[in-house]
């Protein structure tokens, strides 16, 4: 072990870390979900799928909404000195590409799927109201873009993972063990 990782470095707050899991979560989810979802044959299973799929994309908004207000207004721990400029400014731009992707995604979700009029109940409590006038064609449109976000979410998390992985394995610094313990 180098003494990077024995040195404690300044973590992320509580209230950062929680929503960051949670999010990562439910993003992991609903792109599986997705996924799964969309190579099923139609039955129970695809439309339990299809509910839990719009439920946790309905939450995903407000969280998204709060996480992104909370980053604006708690300033992140600082990265270790000598990480170079251009590491930077990749994983400062991958975050906010990520808050950007996953605030776009739900949008487009909940316009295509109510220019589809499907109904969008949350966990089976609550239905949200469409926000877009009927329209197949359209829907369809909204929802292979809808897609194409999701696939973007995938890379943008990979690359954020890896990221991670790097600093705690190759560089072996404590950006990693920020996020975890704080």
């Given amino acids: 072990m180098t003494d990077?990782?024995?040195?404690?470095?300044?973590?992320?707050?509580?209230?950062?870390?929680?929503?960051?899991?949670?999010?990562?979560?439910?993003?992991?989810?609903?792109?599986?979900?997705?996924?799964?979802m969309s190579n099923m044959s139609e039955g129970p299973a695809q439309n339990m799928l299809f509910d839990l799929h719009r439920s946790c994309g309905a939450l995903l908004l407000p969280l998204m909404v709060a996480r992104l207000l909370y980053?604006?207004?708690?300033?992140?721990?600082?990265?270790?000195?000598?990480i170079p400029p251009i590491q930077?400014?990749?994983?400062?731009?991958?975050h906010w590409a990520l808050y950007a992707a996953v605030i776009v995604q739900v949008l487009l979700g909940w316009v295509g799927?109510?220019?589809?009029?499907?109904?969008?109940?949350?966990?089976?409590?609550?239905?949200?109201?469409p926000i877009w006038p009927e329209d197949r064609a359209f829907s369809e449109s909204i929802l292979g873009l809808h897609a194409w976000v999701g696939i973007t979410i995938a890379v943008l998390a990979s690359v954020?993972?890896?990221g991670a992985l790097f600093h705690h394995f190759v560089r072996r610094d404590t950006v990693l063990l920020r996020m975890l313990r704080g």
């Fill in 113 to 129: 799927t109510s220019a589809y009029r499907a109904p969008i109940s949350v966990f089976w409590l609550f239905e949200l109201p």
């Fill in 71 to 82: 980053r604006l207004t708690h300033k992140p721990p600082p990265l270790p000195d000598d």
């Fill in 160 to 162: 954020h993972i890896a």
């Fill in 88 to 94: 930077r400014l990749a994983a400062e731009a991958t």
């Fill in 4 to 36: 990077a990782l024995r040195i404690p470095a300044e973590g992320y707050d509580a209230v950062a870390r929680s929503l960051h899991w949670l999010v990562a979560a439910m993003v992991i989810f609903v792109l599986a979900a997705g996924i799964a």
